[in-house]
């Protein structure tokens, strides 16, 4: 075991060990989201009511570029702090 957790720490293995995470979190939550849509439709005879309409521009699109801004934040100040190889 110490030698796995060893392993997972480099900061090579870092984005796979959180990719992994994140994998097993979106199946669940996918998961959960199935069954709450299958409660509705359920409830409502087999015919889910109609969706919320939400124009894209400039709700979806301020969403996405602030979405980007954050992850390359985050990854610009991850490659500093762990002095990442360029292999």
Not at 56 to 61: G, I, M, R, S, T
């Amino acid at each position: 075991m110490e030698n796995i957790l060893k392993i997972l720490g480099k900061p090579d293995n870092i984005p796979i060990v959180i990719a992994m995470a994140l994998v097993v979190f979106y199946i669940i939550w996918g998961y959960k989201q199935a069954r709450a849509n299958d409660r509705r439709l359920r409830a409502n005879g087999g015919k889910l009511p109609p969706p919320d309409k939400l124009s894209v521009w400039p709700f979806l699109v301020r969403t996405e570029f602030i979405g980007a801004i954050v992850v390359m934040l985050i990854l610009t100040i991850w490659s500093i702090v762990l002095d990442a190889p360029l292999e």
